[in-house]
């Protein structure tokens, strides 16, 4: 008897990993479906034969909502209801080329975080819109597609030969005063629903007070230069390894941190909980949205210990690769977007955090140094929001007074 996997939790199947007919034995990936923090792969936990897919990819699946059959060659798959596809043609909805199928999934949690975007040379087409492109002679590379996940279907090919290629891809008209792109309603992804409803709970829910700081971060950037200059091309593990400013302020942080532990704290109703560790999490911007990876324990580990695992990290986010694990749980949170030329912002919390620290750019501009000399010097604004039902004003203004000393005297990172 063909056995149907199941799902555990609403999510987005992003494609399959095996094809109808192949054969599959338990501990086999068989599709990688989007949560509300991720792109993940869904384990398979039956030998057997992939016998139909019941979700075609970018199809929804709803809660228990059987995603495949598996079964022994030749038996007939039961018949069920497919999850939809969302915007997908009625007649090409069973066509999706599915390159494979999904049993079991991996469980969804909250998450939060800028990435690169990846180019994917291969061009997302149905079936049905691939041979009428090729019995017209039209190329796909120009059509937009408005299927799931951009993919062309039928009718993006019959409007391109009705109406021309322009009207499919508005980057190519060059007019001055044109439309800037073409209108059109953009899907919701798991991920950027759950950014939403974790921001609105936040700001609607969190008494948000905001402060910021004007530090010198000339010492820092000379500071970087100089352990690069030594470091950067050892192996890592003999602790070598560039460095960024934002290992340097993570670090700095997580140091400020020990020094004013009352921001390491989350409200909890009827206490207000303090941590002994800190685990730190910091922004990373993907194409879906802000997520937000996690260091555990950062007051236990090096300054390039910090470094390599938030490179990993970073490098798990842009390929959606993170665990829900590795996404939660923080105690502190740092995003910084000085690299866009922001000068100075204020983040919402991050909740349960009872506070984010916002980092704008190093600019130059005249300073007063401790002899009374007016200098260049790198200027950095440093936003603080704080939970004022956990952190005072006082507290937040000590906690960045630390991290000041700190940015300005980095050989404090080490003490």
Same mark, same amino acid.
């Given at each position: 008897m063909p056995k149907l996997s199941d799902t555990m939790t609403v999510g987005t199947l992003v494609k399959w990993l095996k094809q109808e007919g192949e054969s599959v034995q338990s501990g086999d990936m068989l599709a990688e479906v989007e949560t509300d923090k991720a792109t993940m792969e869904v384990?398979?936990?039956?030998?057997?034969?992939?016998?139909?897919?019941?979700? =075609?990819? +970018? +199809?929804?699946?709803?809660?228990?909502? $059987?995603?495949?059959?598996?079964?022994?060659?030749?038996?007939?798959? $039961?018949? !069920?209801?497919?999850?939809?596809?969302p915007d997908a043609p009625k007649e090409e909805a069973p066509q999706a080329p599915a390159e494979a199928p999904i049993p079991t999934p991996a469980p969804s949690a909250p998450a939060p975080v800028a990435a690169a975007p990846s180019v994917d040379v291969h061009i997302k087409a149905s079936p049905l819109a691939k041979r009428i492109a090729s019995d017209k002679g039209l190329s796909l590379n120009n059509i937009k597609g408005s299927g799931p996940n951009g993919r062309i279907v039928k009718a993006d090919v019959l409007n391109v030969l009705e109406h021309g290629v322009h009207?499919?891809?508005?980057?190519? !008209?060059?007019?001055?005063?044109?439309?800037?792109?073409?209108?059109?309603?953009?899907?919701?992804?798991?991920?950027?629903?759950?950014?939403?409803?974790?921001?609105?709970?936040?700001?609607?829910?969190l $008494?948000?007070?905001?402060?910021? /700081?004007?530090?010198?971060?000339?010492?820092?950037?000379?500071?970087?230069?100089?352990?690069?200059?030594?470091?950067?091309?050892?192996?890592?593990?003999q602790g070598g390894g560039k460095l960024t400013i934002n290992d340097l302020l993570l670090k700095a942080s997580t140091r400020a941190l020990y020094e004013v532990p009352e921001v390491n704290a989350s409200w909890k109703g009827d206490h207000i909980y303090q941590y002994g560790n800190? %685990?730190?999490?910091? +922004?990373?911007?993907?194409? %879906?949205?802000?997520?937000?990876? !996690?260091?555990?324990?950062?007051?236990?580990?090096?300054?390039?210990q910090i470094s390599q695992e938030a490179k990993q990290l970073i490098?798990?986010?842009?390929?959606?690769?993170?665990? =829900?694990?590795?996404?939660?749980?923080?105690?502190?949170?740092?995003?910084?977007?000085?690299?866009?030329?922001?000068?100075?912002?204020?983040? *919402?919390?991050?909740?349960?955090?009872?506070?984010?620290?916002?980092?704008?750019?190093?600019?130059?501009? $005249? /300073? *007063?140094?401790?002899?009374?000399?007016?200098?260049?010097?790198?200027?950095?604004?440093?936003?603080?929001? +704080?939970?004022?039902r956990v952190v005072d004003g006082a507290t937040g203004a000590r906690f960045l007074a630390a991290l000041k000393e700190i940015i300005e005297s980095p050989a404090l990172l080490f003490v």
């Open positions: 384990e398979c936990f039956e030998d057997g034969v992939i016998l139909k897919h019941y979700v =075609p990819e +970018g +199809g929804q699946v709803p809660i228990k909502a $059987p995603m495949c059959a598996i079964g022994e060659k030749g038996e007939a798959a $039961p018949e !069920v209801s497919a999850a939809p596809a009207s499919m891809a508005p980057s190519a !008209v060059s007019t001055i005063g044109g439309p800037i792109t073409e209108e059109r309603s953009i899907p919701i992804s798991n991920m950027r629903a759950t950014i939403a409803r974790r921001l609105v709970e936040s700001k609607t829910q $008494p948000h007070f905001y402060i910021e /700081i004007e530090v010198d971060a000339s010492p820092l950037i000379e500071f970087r230069a100089k352990l690069n200059k030594r470091y950067a091309d050892l192996p890592p593990e800190v %685990d730190i999490a910091f +922004g990373v911007a993907i194409d %879906d949205g802000l997520v937000t990876p !996690v260091i555990r324990s950062a007051n236990t580990k090096s300054l390039h490098a798990k986010a842009r390929k959606k690769k993170l665990t =829900p694990n590795e996404m939660s749980n923080s105690t502190f949170t740092v995003t910084n977007l000085g690299m866009y030329g922001i000068n100075s912002f204020y983040g *919402v919390i991050n909740a349960p955090n009872a506070a984010i620290l916002s980092v704008g750019g190093c600019f130059k501009k $005249p /300073i *007063v140094n401790e002899a009374g000399q007016i200098t260049i010097g790198q200027s950095m604004h440093i936003g603080f929001s +704080g939970d004022h």
